[in-house]
């Protein structure tokens, strides 16, 4: 049986930041067909009501004659705190296209969403886009069972994170020793729990986004590591730890 693990505590402790200009580049496949492409990157360090946040932006685009998908998460994390302040959300998938833009408020634990009434959220809330993040700090261990009440809509915690295995994956940037997890987040998306998706991240320090397969209503999606780039500025290598 998997082990159980609730490692909130320890990755507030043990959390490392983010890079700006790192980029992430992968090819898309819809079933067979390499039909789109997608990216992963930190954008820039910015001001957020006073905060100083990471900018992320995880964006997923291409499909057929028939079906067409554009998903963008732009996320703001908090510097100090890891917490998601700001989150906004493009789905585009066929004929849906809807944007969702929320306001998220760590130190009252509440969020707006479209500019509507205040309703209550968590401490250290995360969205979709940060948990991506969130989840290089995470010490993952082998047949562990994550669970974490930390997604900012409270009705759906908690985010579930399961280690299936390790795996070695060839992708267009190399052969690579992986871990493999399903993630499970009850929001709508690529990390739905209809989605059944599965991520495969390094097996090393830096947990980088390797592959990814996920479920949509026209079929299957998957993401495959074509390349990494890293431009360190200045003011990233100013809040990275040594």
């Keep these: 049986m998997a082990r159980r693990t609730d490692a909130q505590s320890d990755t507030l402790a043990h959390s490392k930041a983010l890079i700006v200009g790192e980029r992430l580049e992968y090819d898309v496949k819809f079933g067979p067909l390499k039909l789109g492409r997608a990216s992963m990157e930190v954008l820039d360090i910015e001001e957020v009501r006073g905060r100083r946040a ?20 732009e996320s703001w994390i908090d510097v100090e705190s890891f917490s998601s302040l700001r989150f906004r959300q493009q789905l ?56 974490f009440d930390r997604y900012f809509m409270p009705d759906r915690n908690p985010v579930r994170l399961e280690v299936l295995g390790r795996d070695t994956v060839d992708v267009p940037a190399g052969r690579f020793d992986a871990l493999v997890i399903r993630p499970v987040i009850k929001a709508k998306g690529i990390f739905s729990q209809n989605g059944r998706a599965q991520i495969w991240i390094s097996n090393d320090a830096d947990h980088v986004l390797l592959q990814m397969t996920s479920h949509l209503k026209f079929g299957s999606i998957s993401l495959h590591l074509k390349s990494r780039r890293v431009h360190e500025t200045a003011e990233a290598a100013s809040t990275t730890p040594r």
């Excluded at 964006?59 to 028939?66: D, I, R």
């Excluded at 250290?124 to 047949?143: C, K, M, N």
């Design 92 to 147: 585009s998938e066929g004929s849906r296209d809807r944007v969702y833009e929320y306001e998220i408020y760590p130190e009252r634990a509440a969020y707006v969403e479209n500019e509507k009434d205040e309703r209550p959220s968590v401490s250290h809330p995360l969205d979709d886009g940060s948990f991506l993040y969130f989840l290089r700090t995470v010490p993952i261990e082998l047949g562990a069972v994550y669970e």
């Design 54 to 73: 990471w900018h992320t932006r995880f964006q997923v685009t291409g499909g057929t004659l028939f079906f067409h998908v554009n998903d963008v998460l």
